[in-house]
C-alpha cells in the first residue's frame, strides 16, 4: 500500500540521529510544560516556535510535536498527586485520579493514565496514517467556496456544540476575527483599524494572544488558590506496571469508546478538552455502579486520558489536510506551518512528501518514547513542583514575557500578553470560551482570503457557496449547527408551554 | 453551581458587574471597529468587497452578541459568584508585580526586571532569607542569558547594566 512505503520512508527521515535528539528534548520539555501552570501545551509550543526558526522545517516540527505529547502526557501527573490539572484537558483525571491517589494507588492511576494516552494517541495516528493521504486527495478537489464553508463549518460547530453560552461563544469568535483583521489588508492594501499607531501594522499576533491568553491569564487564575502545592507522592516500579496493565486489559471496551470519541472531537473542531468530558460522562453514563466515579474508579482515569489524547493528536489530521486546527495546540502548530511557508493541505502532501511523513512516523516515535519517558521520571516531576510557588510563578512569568518578546523583538508585544493575560481570565471567569477567539485569530485571515477568492469567481454571487453538492451540504451542515441552540431554546420554550398547559 | 452571596456579607463578589463590565467593552469595540470599517469602506466594490466589508459584519456580530450579553445580566438578578475577597486580593498581589516588571523591562532590560520580580516574590510571598534569594534571582537571569544570548543567539531586551558591562 502507499501509505505504508510512504510512512517507511518518513521512519528513515524521522530516524536520523538529530531528529532523535530533538524527539527527546521535545517530549521532556513538553512534560515539563504539562506539568506547570501556566505553561500548557498551546502557550508552550508557542513561547517556542519562534526559537525553532533557524531549524528546517522538519526538525522543528517534530520537536514541536512531541512537545505537544510531552504536555499530553505531563497534564496527568499534576492531576493525579496534586489535583492540580496541568492543562485543562487533564482536569477530567482529578476526578478519579486523585482519590485513587489518596487511597495510595498512585502509581497505578499514573500508569493507567499514561497507558492509556499511549492508545488514544496511537489509534489516532493510526488513522492520520491512513485517512490524511484520501482526505488530502479528496481535499484536491476543494476551490475557495469549498475552503470557505469547511471554515464556516468549523465556527458554527463551536457555536452549536459549545457548552457555554451562544451569545458568549459567538462574542469571543468576533473579536477574535476584529483582531484578526488588524492591520494591512492585503487584497486592497488598506490600514484597517490601525487608528495611525504604526505598531499595529503588522496585526495582532496570535502566538501574543496564546500566551497571554492560556499563559498570564492561567497564573492569574491559579492564583486565587493560594500559593501552595502539596501533593501526594508516587513510585513507579515494573511490578505495578505490568500489573495495572492486566487490570486495563478488561477495560477494552471503554478504550474503544473512548477512542472513537476522541477522534471525533478531534477532527470536528473541538479538541482534547471536550473530548476528555465527553468521554468521562459516557464512561459514568454506561457503568454498571456510576456512583463509584469520583471516588478513584480506573475507568474515570482512563476514559479521559484517551479520549483527550485521541482528541489531541486528531486534531492534526484536519490541520494538515485541510488547513483547519482541531484545537487551539494545532492552531499554534499550523501558524507555525505558514510561518515557515509551508501551505497546510492538500499540496502539502504532494509537495513536502519528506515533511509530512516524517512528521507522522515521528507521531509513533514521539508516543512511544514519551510513554517510557514518562514512566520512568514521575518522582523528578513531583519534585519539580515541590519547587515553592513563591519561585515558580516568577520564573514562569519571565518564560512568557521572553517567549512574547522573541516572536518579533518587541516590547510591545509583552504589554499585549499582559492585556491579553487580562482578557484569559475575566473570559474563563465569565465562561467565554477561549478556543473560538484563538482559532478566529489564526484562521480569521484565510477564512476572509477564501470568502473574496470565491466572491471573484462567482462575480459577487453568494450563489456559490451553494453551486454543487459538496459546498452546499457543508454549508448547510455549517447552518444547522449554527442553528442548533435555537432549535434546543425553541423546543424548551414549547414542552414548558406544554407543561403549563397540561398543569391548568 | 451558585452560591447565594447574600450570606458571608463582602465576603464574595457577585458576576454582575464583572460581566456588565465586559460585555460593555466588547460592545465599545464592536462600535469601534464598525466605526473605522464605514472609513474603508462597507460596499461592494468592483472586484469583490471592499476592504471594510467583514470588519463591519463582525463588529455587528460583536455588538448583537455584546447587547443580548448585557441584557441578559441586567435583567436577571445574578446570583453567581466571580471570586471571594481573598482571592481577588491574591490575584492583584500578582498582577500588580507583573504589570510594574513589564514597565521595568523597557527600562532595566528584561534580565534585571526578571531578577528584581523573582527576588520580589521570593521574599514577598516565600519568605526566604538574602542569601537564597540573591541566588536564585540572580542565577536564574543568568541562565537565561547563556540560553538565549549565546546558545539561541536570541538578542533580549538589555538595559543600563549590560551596557555598563559591555554586553
Known amino acids: 500500500m502507499d501509505e505504508i512505503s510512504n510512512l517507511m520512508h518518513g521512519f528513515g527521515v524521522a ?149 457555554e453560552p451562544p451569545a458568549k461563544t459567538i462574542a469571543s469568535m468576533m473579536l477574535g476575527f476584529a483582531l484578526a ?226 516572536v518579533h523583538s518587541s516590547m510591545f508585544d509583552v504589554v499585549l500578553m499582559v492585556v491579553f493575560g487580562v482578557v484569559g481570565y475575566f473570559f474563563k471567569k465569565l465562561r467565554y470560551p477561549l478556543a473560538p477567539m484563538v482559532l478566529a485569530l489564526v484562521l480569521g485571515d484565510m477564512a476572509e482570503a477564501s470568502f473574496r477568492q470565491a466572491m471573484l469567481i462567482s462575480q459577487g454571487s453568494l450563489a456559490i457557496f451553494v453551486s454543487n453538492p459538496l459546498v452546499g451540504s457543508i454549508t448547510g451542515l455549517a447552518l444547522a449547527l449554527l442553528l442548533w441552540p435555537l432549535w434546543g431554546v425553541l423546543r424548551g420554550l414549547a414542552k414548558a408551554r406544554e407543561a403549563a398547559a397540561a398543569a391548568s | 453551581m451558585s452560591d447565594s452571596s447574600e450570606e458571608a456579607g463582602g465576603a464574595t463578589v457577585s458576576t454582575r458587574w464583572p460581566e456588565i463590565v465586559v460585555a460593555g467593552v466588547l460592545l465599545a469595540a464592536a462600535l469601534l471597529v464598525m466605526f473605522d470599517s464605514v472609513r474603508s469602506g462597507i460596499g461592494w466594490g468592483d472586484d469583490g468587497p471592499r476592504s471594510g466589508y467583514f470588519p463591519f459584519r463582525i463588529g455587528l456580530l460583536l455588538a448583537g452578541a455584546s447587547v443580548a450579553i448585557l441584557i441578559g445580566q441586567l435583567r436577571v438578578r445574578s446570583t453567581q459568584v466571580f471570586a471571594e475577597r481573598a482571592q481577588l486580593s491574591m490575584v492583584i498581589q500578582v498582577f500588580v508585580p507583573i504589570v510594574v516588571y513589564v514597565a521595568l523591562i523597557g527600562w532595566l532590560g528584561i534580565y534585571v526586571a526578571s531578577a528584581l520580580l523573582i527576588a520580589y516574590f521570593m521574599r514577598r510571598h516565600g519568605h526566604y532569607g538574602w542569601a537564597l534569594t540573591a541566588a536564585v534571582s540572580v542565577g536564574v537571569p543568568l541562565v537565561f542569558f547563556a540560553v538565549f544570548e549565546r546558545w539561541f543567539l536570541v538578542p533580549l531586551i538589555k538595559g543600563p547594566l549590560e551596557a555598563w558591562l559591555g554586553l
Open chain 1, 15 to 163: 530516524l536520523t540521529l538529530p531528529n532523535i535528539g530533538f524527539m527527546f528534548i521535545g517530549i521532556l520539555l513538553g512534560v515539563l510544560i504539562g506539568v506547570l501552570p501556566g505553561l500548557g501545551g498551546a502557550n508552550g509550543v508557542a513561547i517556542l516556535l519562534p526559537l525553532t526558526f533557524s531549524m528546517n522545517p522538519t526538525s522543528a516540527i517534530i520537536m514541536l510535536s512531541c512537545i505537544y505529547w510531552g504536555a499530553l502526557f505531563g497534564g496527568a501527573i499534576t492531576s493525579i498527586l496534586f489535583n492540580i490539572p496541568g492543562e485543562p484537558w487533564s482536569v477530567a483525571t482529578t476526578f478519579d485520579g486523585y482519590p485513587m491517589a489518596q487511597r495510595g494507588e498512585a502509581a497505578q492511576a499514573l500508569t493507567a493514565a499514561f497507558t492509556s494516552s499511549f492508545v488514544g494517541a496511537l489509534f489516532a495516528v493510526l488513522l492520520i496514517t491512513f485517512m490524511a493521504p484520501l482526505l488530502a486527495k479528496f481535499a484536491l478537489k476543494f476551490g475557495p467556496a469549498e475552503f470557505f464553508a469547511v471554515q464556516l463549518l468549523t465556527f458554527c460547530s463551536f457555536v452549536g456544540m459549545s457548552k
Open chain 1, 181 to 406: 483583521a488588524v492591520g494591512l489588508d492585503s487584497v486592497t492594501g488598506q490600514l484597517r483599524m490601525t487608528f495611525g499607531f504604526p505598531v499595529l501594522l503588522k496585526g495582532f499576533d496570535f502566538l501574543i494572544a496564546v500566551i497571554g491568553l492560556f499563559g498570564i491569564g492561567e497564573i492569574l487564575l491559579t492564583m486565587e488558590e493560594g500559593l501552595a502545592f502539596k501533593g501526594k507522592s508516587a513510585r513507579i516500579n515494573v511490578r505495578v506496571v505490568w500489573q495495572t496493565w492486566g487490570q486495563l486489559l478488561r477495560h477494552w471496551r471503554t478504550f474503544l469508546r473512548s477512542v472513537s470519541v476522541g477522534c471525533w472531537m478531534g477532527i470536528t473542531p473541538g479538541g482534547a478538552t471536550p473530548a476528555s468530558f465527553m468521554s468521562y460522562g459516557m464512561a459514568r453514563r454506561m457503568s454498571k455502579n456510576p456512583q463509584s466515579f469520583g471516588q478513584g474508579n480506573i475507568e474515570g482515569v482512563i476514559a479521559p486520558e484517551t479520549a483527550a489524547h485521541a482528541a489531541g493528536t486528531s486534531a492534526l489530521l484536519p490541520m494538515l489536510t485541510l488547513g483547519i486546527p482541531g484545537s487551539p495546540t494545532a492552531a499554534v502548530l499550523l501558524g507555525g506551518l505558514l510561518i515557515w511557508g509551508l501551505q497546510p493541505g492538500p499540496m502539502l502532501f504532494v509537495e513536502q512528501k519528506d515533511f509530512v511523513w516524517g512528521l507522522i512516523a515521528s507521531m509513533y516515535l514521539g508516543n512511544i518514547v514519551g510513554l517510557l519517558v514518562v514512566l520512568t521520571t514521575v518522582p523528578f516531576w513531583a519534585a519539580v513542583l515541590r519547587i515553592p510557588f513563591a519561585v515558580i510563578a516568577p520564573v514562569i512569568i519571565v518564560i512568557c514575557a521572553i517567549g512574547a518578546y522573541t
